[in-house]
């Protein structure tokens, strides 16, 4: 054995001087570091000696020296304020030098492997039980956000409800109430022209509320989810054919041209009432804005998935500002019409939600002094 030492004496050394894992250290009886190699001296805080923890370098130096061996253990190096290694040391006395050999013993490394590996194991349980709960977290925020719009949208419904009542209700019966009040005081004052004017201003006053209680009791309906669409195949023409009839007297006090230009009669799939509700509406609202000698029409476009249904007129347009939220319960837009007709906007509320009842969109296209079209698509019974 002495012979391969020997013979490998100057490789060993060099192994020994430069290993960082097998720590070597040279002391003598005055405390003076003779020798230490590279994994040593990496465990040393300052001073070497006072670098002895536990136990430290006095207590070394006391133990009895009889045999060579003179300490076997656990041996901490470092300071008393940084994080410190402890290693599995043997010390040897011998010719007033201490021999120091050490390192890590194999089964505290593995025990340390298997602590690391459930101490990531752990960690990852808890990175994937965070995500989870920042995903709950988020689907709840999400929620939450949602029942607020919709809290907002039933505030705003509230509001528009309310309005109505207050006012557009309110008003027209008090202009009957006046009316039938001259009537029945004044009655034997007036000629047959002027009976026949103020019966005809109770006919239109009549007519636009009922209307407006006829839109009011739908709309009230869709948001207490009693107005369920009714899809079923529907051609077209009937229900445009339908609504002109409906409207032309109407048009005809204003001596407008009320038309239907329609592309095939290709089925589509519709709720007849909600369809007649949405055309009526729209068609209703053309006429108010629209001056005498007008023109209304009502065209369809074959697409290839859904019917394309268009209401236009040759009235005073809508300013630019209007266009984007004028089928929203906040638009607050209530304009009188070209003979001082009144009106909610909710005619066009009932619309858009109709017709997206009904799978569709609806839109507007005006150039304000120019006219409207008011377009609103609906799918093919039969798509091509």
Not at 120 to 147: F, P, S, V, Y
Not at 266 to 295: E, P, Q, Y
Request: hydrophobic share 45%; net charge negative.
């Amino acid at each position: 054995m002495s012979e391969l030492i020997d013979r490998w004496a100057p490789e060993v050394e060099l192994a020994l001087r430069e290993n960082t894992s097998m720590c070597m250290a040279v002391f003598s009886d005055e405390k003076v570091l003779l020798f230490a190699n590279r994994a040593m001296t990496n465990l040393f805080k300052g001073e070497p000696c006072q670098s002895f923890i536990n136990p430290v370098f006095d207590k070394l130096l006391s133990l009895p020296n009889d045999k060579p061996l003179i300490f076997e253990g656990m041996m901490t190096i470092g300071d008393y304020i940084s994080v410190n290694t402890s290693i599995l040391a043997q010390v040897f006395r011998k010719a007033n030098q201490l021999l120091v050999l050490g390192g890590v013993d194999s089964k505290q490394l593995l025990d340390q492997n298997a602590s690391m590996h459930a101490l990531n194991r752990e960690i990852g349980d808890l990175q994937r039980q965070l995500i989870r709960e920042k995903h709950a977290l988020e689907q709840t925020l999400a929620r939450l956000n949602e029942a607020n719009t919709e809290l907002k949208e039933l505030d705003a419904t509230k509001n528009k409800f309310f309005s109505i009542i207050a006012h557009d209700l309110k008003n027209p019966f008090n202009a009957l109430l006046g009316l039938t009040d001259l009537m029945m005081n004044e009655f034997n004052n007036f000629n047959q022209d002027e009976v026949r004017n103020m019966a005809a201003a109770m006919h239109e006053t009549s007519l636009q509320t009922y209307t407006l209680l006829e839109n009011l009791l739908e709309w009230s309906r869709l948001q207490t989810g009693k107005l369920n669409p009714v899809i079923e195949h529907i051609m077209p023409d009937l229900i445009v054919n339908e609504v002109i009839d409906q409207t032309s007297a109407a048009a005809k006090l204003k001596n407008i041209n009320l038309n239907g230009k329609l592309a095939g009669t290709d089925a589509v799939l519709a709720d007849r009432s909600m369809l007649n509700t949405v055309l009526r509406n729209l068609v209703t609202n053309a006429i108010k804005f629209t001056a005498n000698n007008g023109t209304i029409t009502i065209t369809t476009i074959l697409k290839p998935a859904f019917l394309e249904f268009a209401v236009t007129d040759t009235g005073i347009g809508i300013e630019p500002e209007h266009l984007s939220n004028l089928f929203g319960l906040d638009c607050g837009l209530s304009k009188r019409g070209t003979a001082n007709e009144k009106g909610t906007g909710l005619g066009l509320i009932l619309c858009r939600e109709f017709v997206e009842l009904q799978h569709g969109n609806i839109w507007v296209e005006s150039e304000l002094g120019k006219g409207s079209s008011f377009i609103f698509t609906l799918p093919l019974a039969f798509p091509s």
